[in-house]
């Protein structure tokens, strides 16, 4: 009696885990979030009460009813407690700083002759379009544009 029961448990096994396959019945979310007001971005339907999550995806939306009913056992289970659930934020994007080319001006101080200042410039013009003041002078800076 012992060997036919033994040739059937391979069957039974795989008859069990078959049958949510062909039911076409999903596994439970790993994640259900309810009792909240989640942003869908839709705009038929832009907030709901629940979600789940099965693995990295959200997989459905709905009711905290109809969410609550498809925790499993080993389904986390998260009260918002009325609070808004928005989707991660992806901040993919970059600030482009196009400068052109610039030469800085040596002056000797912070108040330079007027001649200076012509020699300085007329060495610059030929290379440069833009013209920045600058100054070499000990403990001085040049004034930040």
Request: aromatic residues 6%; charged residues 15%; contains cysteine.
């Amino acid at each position: 009696m012992a060997r036919p029961l033994a040739r059937l448990l391979p069957a039974i096994t795989t008859a069990v885990l078959l049958v949510p396959l062909v039911s076409g019945q999903q596994p439970p979310p790993d994640v259900v979030l309810v009792n909240g007001r989640v942003f869908t971005a839709d705009a038929r339907r832009p907030y709901v009460e629940a979600l789940a999550i099965r693995g990295d995806r959200v997989v459905t939306v709905g009711t905290s009813a109809q969410i609550t009913a498809l925790a499993g056992p080993t389904t986390m289970r998260i009260d918002v407690g009325g609070r808004v659930v928005i989707p991660g934020i992806n901040d993919a994007h970059y600030h482009l700083f196009v400068e052109p080319p610039v030469v800085s001006l040596p002056f000797e101080s912070m108040d330079p002759t007027w001649e200076d200042v012509k020699t300085a410039l007329a060495a610059a013009i030929p290379r440069w379009r833009l013209i920045m003041p600058s100054c070499s002078a000990p403990g001085r800076r040049t004034p930040g544009f």
